[in-house]
């Protein structure tokens, strides 16, 4: 979870630095090195892990069957819409933060990456935070924690543009948000797996397509 969450965070940095030495066309290049690398190594070194006596065998109707006991469960379908808005917001950011920190604040280009690793910095804070606290609090515990976090962070944002507090309110305010939103998911993830543990694959399946999917609609 936390090297989904890291990859997009990094990107602008690294996109930065490409424009500054290179040109925008060397990202799709570097884009297209990068899916051919990560295929290979899944092809070639990542083996399947499960024991054959308990894989499952594909069948449409049983898949189907799967996704409609997921989407009939309103408690795990709450999980996965709010893990999916949790990761919207970072996508709102990842969209719109380039305009808003460069356009109106004034941020050059090759120094924008420095800003953005603020939320890494952030990211790996909570996350550690919640390897330390998960056992003794629970999942559920911590992931209403990281949702009431990323809700004040939120209104603290809004508030923060209302009075004109300044630019790095807005930075802060954006670094705690981003850096619950694996918080967030990982916990989400846990709790939807051990309501349905006899079809975590699905279970899995759908909770990405939600935070993937919701992120990317209300980023664009």
């Known amino acids: 979870m936390l090297v989904t969450t890291i990859a997009p965070l990094m990107a602008p940095i690294v996109g930065g630095w490409v424009l500054v030495w290179l040109s925008w066309h060397y ?68 969209s719109a933060g380039p305009f808003v920190y460069i356009e109106i604040n004034h941020v050059a280009p090759e120094n924008f990456g420095y800003y953005f690793a603020l939320n890494i910095v952030f990211l790996f804070v909570m ?43 807005l930075v802060v305010g954006v670094a705690a948000f981003v850096g619950c939103v694996s918080m967030v998911s990982s916990n989400a993830m846990a709790v939807i797996l051990d309501e349905f543990p006899h079809m975590a694959g699905t279970a899995s399946s759908l909770a990405g397509t939600f935070r993937f999917g919701i992120g990317a609609i209300v980023g664009a």
């Open 127 to 169: 996350t550690i935070f919640n390897s330390r606290f998960v056992r003794r609090i629970g999942a559920l515990n911590m992931f209403r924690s990281g949702l009431w976090i990323q809700f004040i962070m939120a209104a603290w944002m809004v508030i923060s543009a209302l009075l004109g507090l300044g630019f790095w309110s």
């Open 27 to 94: 990202i799709f290049w570097i884009l297209a090195l990068a899916a051919i690398l990560a295929s290979a190594m899944i092809f070639f070194l990542i083996k399947e892990t499960l024991p054959p006596e308990r894989r499952q065998p594909f069948h449409i109707r049983t898949t189907i069957g799967n996704f409609a006991a997921l989407f009939r469960h309103k408690r795990v379908l709450s999980y996965m819409l709010a893990s999916g808005f949790s990761f919207a917001g970072m996508f709102s950011f990842l």
